[in-house]
C-alpha cells in the first residue's frame, strides 16, 4: 500500500507504474544475487553462497523499495511545508481581482524549483489546453495524496458553486494549513526524541567503559590481584 502510494506522488515528473518499480527492484535484486554469487563462489562453500546470494538479492530488492518510498514521502512534505506560502501568494493575487490561473502562474514563476510547483505547472497546463477545473484539480490531489491539498479543492469548489469570497477563504485555508504543519512538525519532533533514546543510552555506556577504563586498566596491575 506505501508502494502504491508512492508511485502516485510525483507521477507528474516521474511517472512510474507500480508494476515497472517492482520490476525495477526484482532486476536489481536479480543482479545484486548474481554478482554476490560470483564473488562469494570461490570463498565460501556452496550452501553458504546460496544464502549469501539470496540474502543480498533481499537487501536489494527491498533497499531499492525503500529509497522508493522514501524520496517520495521526502517530496510530500516538502509539498506539505510550502503549500501555505503558496495559499498566501493565490489569496494576494485574487484579492486584488485577478483568478486563479494568475495566482498559479505567480507562484510557479517565485518559485520554479519547489516540487509544488512543478505541480501547479501540469495543473495550469490542463487548464489552458481546456481541461475543467474540477477534473485537473482531482487528478492533481490524486497525485500529490495530501490532505491539506484536497481541503484546497473543497475551497475551489466552494469558490465556483456559491460564489463565495475567494481570497478570504485561501488566507483562512493558509492559516489552517501552517497549524496542521507546526502539528506534523511537533509529531517528527516527538519522534526524533524517541528514536534518539537508545543512542544516547549507547553514548553514555561508552562514556563509561572510556572513562573508567584506565581505572580498571591500573587496578589490575596493583598488588590486590597478586
Partial sequence: QKLREAVRVG??????????????????????AVLSLLVYFTMLSATWTVVASLGTGWCCYHGYRLHFIRSRERRRREIRRFLPHAMDSIAMVMSSGDPFPVGLKMVIEDFPD???????KVLLNGLERGQTMESALNRLADTICLPEFREMVRVLDRIQEHGSAGAEDFTRLARQLRITHLRHMEADVGK????????????????????????????????LFR
Fill in 11 to 32: 507521477a507528474s515528473r516521474e511517472p512510474w507504474s507500480f508494476f515497472e518499480v517492482v520490476a525495477t527492484a526484482m532486476l536489481l535484486a536479480g543482479f545484486g
Fill in 192 to 223: 526524533a526524541e524517541a528514536a534518539m533514546a537508545l543512542p544516547i543510552m549507547l553514548v553514555m555506556l561508552s562514556a563509561m567503559v572510556v572513562s573508567a577504563a584506565p581505572f580498571l586498566l591500573a587496578l589490575r596491575e596493583s598488588d
Fill in 114 to 120: 519547489a516540487p509544488l510547483s512543478e505541480e501547479l
